[in-house]
């Protein structure tokens, strides 16, 4: 009997091979044999996005609503009002989930920007987007609104967004974390240009993160060049940190913190920083730090010709005068007077103004106290000893602590501060006519970046008399400041 069965078998499997060789196939091949990491993506989101969700076994998968540039054209001419516009047309679909992709052309494959709108995104979604945008070469924008990512889920997120050659927007709105992840979008090592994080109820310990992760007197965020705080829980503690994360970045053009519940004081920091500052004592010795390493480069360079034990005395000799705080007694009281004297005019020279209105210009003071002779002496001898270097070298320092403008006033080491914000968005806080003469004197100083700044909705009358010159001067520079109270509320919806 058992015989017989075997035969059977054999035969069975006869035929199901003969039957294989004439239609070209296996008995394997039959079964959806193609796992989830095997899954080719071919760049069009329409076949991508349901193939992997089918491939997990998932139950009602969101629809692929793709948008022609044709589509777009007239969206696009409302300039702000985009993000609101689009937001609308999208209100029908809100109650059935759908993945929005934007194309550049009318290729399929010109995916320019993805946009999921009211709807949570589990973990099996999130996994389906994220091998999604390695294929998407052409893609520059992300868009989370009341999605419902998780701290986990935004981490790796980030990841992914690093190893994509043309994404540099995210916008993650209405979307609070519970762990406070938002920093890590603003790493030194981010890729994005532009970071949208309205209406999350940040508030200021999520700020105290962010703000130190656009500078440190050790670190910068060095490619973000637009932010939106607006819409959260920011005040007077968080506009603090963020003011302090703005001393040493130089890479941010526009912020915007408007609608939050920021006071006279947290402005009051925001517009120091944007004129002159004192450096605190951790930044002077940060300072030290980078004129002697520049010190020791200049001399490897100079040196370069003579032989290696030649190398180690010039450069020994090098270190021993930038750090020496007067102990070498065989140096004149000539070259010292003449030391001061080259300080005072570079101070004059640089910022012609700085006599008249230092009396005006409320700067922190130093944690470390004022400085002393001794190490105003040793800063000076630290400049000097670095002139020799070339124009060059020079033009290629981007560290805001070595700033040719960098000058010294009763002790302090005095910043230039920030020059390279050019917008600053404060409206719908609590500022009041107190802080006003703060803005006004920063938007006085030669050489200031600012080119708008917006206070409309605060708590002082638009009649006065400080906020009218503020307004004239930023007519001036700013081509938007007619229509800018019309704009203001929407302003930065989109990235």
């Known amino acids: 009997?058992?015989?017989?069965?075997?035969?059977?078998?054999?035969?069975?499997?006869?035929?199901?091979?003969?039957?294989?060789?004439?239609?070209?196939?296996?008995?394997?091949?039959?079964?959806?044999?193609?796992?989830?990491?095997?899954?080719?993506?071919?760049?069009?989101v329409e076949i991508d996005f349901p193939g992997l969700c089918a491939i997990l076994d998932m139950k009602d998968i969101p629809a692929v609503n793709t948008k022609q540039p044709t589509s777009s054209t007239s969206e696009t001419e409302g300039g702000d009002t985009d993000d609101s516009q689009s937001q609308i047309n999208d209100a029908p679909f809100w109650s059935k989930p759908h993945l929005q992709v934007e194309l550049e052309t009318e290729d399929p494959l010109s995916a320019k920007n993805l946009k999921v709108?009211?709807?949570?995104?589990?973990?099996?979604?999130?996994?389906?987007?994220?091998?999604?945008?390695?294929?998407?070469?052409?893609?520059?924008?992300?868009?989370?609104?009341?999605?419902?990512?998780?701290?986990?889920?935004?981490?790796?997120?980030?990841?992914t967004i690093s190893l994509c050659s043309n994404l540099s927007a995210l916008a993650l709105e209405g979307n609070p974390l519970p762990e406070w992840s938002y920093h890590l979008l603003l790493s030194e090592d981010s890729v994005l240009s532009h970071l949208s994080l309205r209406n999350n109820r940040i508030g200021d310990e999520d700020a105290r993160v962010i703000g130190m992760a656009l500078s440190t007197t050790r670190s910068a965020n060095k490619n973000l060049i637009s932010l939106n705080l607006a819409f959260n829980s920011i005040g007077d503690a968080g506009a603090t940190h963020i003011a302090q994360g703005l001393r040493l970045n130089r890479a941010l053009l526009c912020l915007s913190l408007s609608n939050n519940q920021i006071g006279d004081s947290g402005a009051a920091h925001l517009a120091e920083v944007l004129g002159e500052f004192a450096l605190t004592h951790e930044e002077v010795v940060e300072r030290r730090k980078l004129l002697l390493e520049r010190t020791q480069s200049?001399?490897?360079?100079?040196?370069?010709?003579?032989?290696?034990?030649?190398?180690?005395?010039?450069?020994?000799?090098?270190?021993?005068?930038?750090?020496?705080?007067?102990?070498?007694?065989?140096?004149?009281?000539?070259?010292?007077?003449?030391?001061?004297?080259?300080?005072?005019?570079?101070?004059?020279k640089e910022?012609?103004?700085?006599?008249?209105?230092?009396?005006?210009?409320?700067?922190?003071?130093?944690?470390?106290?004022?400085?002393?002779?001794?190490e105003k002496q040793q800063s000076a001898q630290e400049d000097k000893s670095s002139t020799g270097l070339n124009e060059v070298e020079a033009v290629e320092i981007v560290n805001p602590l070595l700033d040719q403008f960098v000058h010294y006033r009763d002790g302090d080491i005095i910043l230039p501060g920030?020059?390279?914000?050019?917008?600053?968005?404060?409206?719908?806080?609590?500022?009041?006519?107190?802080?006003?003469?703060?803005?006004?004197?920063?938007?006085?100083?030669?050489?200031?970046?600012?080119?708008?700044?917006?206070?409309?909705?605060?708590?002082?009358?638009?009649?006065?008399?400080?906020?009218?010159?503020?307004?004239?001067?930023?007519?001036?520079?700013?081509?938007?400041?007619?229509?800018?109270?019309?704009?203001?509320?929407?302003?930065?919806?989109?990235?």
Do not use: H
């Open 1 to 44: 009997m058992s015989r017989k069965r075997q035969k059977e078998k054999t035969d069975k499997a006869n035929a199901e091979e003969e039957a294989s060789k004439n239609t070209g196939q296996t008995t394997n091949e039959k079964l959806p044999a193609q796992t989830f990491d095997e899954y080719q993506c071919s760049g069009n």
């Open 117 to 159: 709108s009211g709807w949570k995104v589990d973990e099996q979604i999130a996994r389906v987007l994220q091998k999604m945008l390695l294929s998407l070469n052409k893609l520059q924008s992300l868009q989370f609104w009341q999605a419902g990512l998780t701290d986990r889920m935004v981490i790796s997120l980030m990841n």
């Open 298 to 348: 200049s001399s490897f360079r100079v040196d370069s010709d003579q032989s290696p034990a030649d190398q180690v005395p010039s450069v020994l000799s090098s270190t021993s005068l930038s750090i020496s705080k007067g102990e070498n007694k065989g140096t004149s009281k000539k070259s010292k007077e003449a030391s001061k004297k080259d300080e005072k005019p570079a101070a004059n």
């Open 351 to 374: 910022n012609p103004k700085s006599n008249k209105k230092s009396s005006d210009i409320k700067v922190p003071q130093s944690k470390g106290g004022k400085l002393g002779s001794k």
């Open 418 to 495: 920030n020059r390279t914000l050019t917008s600053l968005n404060l409206a719908g806080n609590r500022i009041t006519e107190k802080s006003l003469p703060l803005f006004l004197t920063s938007l006085e100083m030669e050489g200031r970046g600012l080119l708008r700044l917006c206070l409309q909705r605060n708590r002082f009358p638009p009649e006065c008399e400080c906020y009218v010159k503020i307004k004239e001067l930023m007519t001036l520079t700013d081509p938007l400041e007619k229509n800018s109270s019309e704009l203001t509320e929407e302003e930065g919806q989109g990235v």
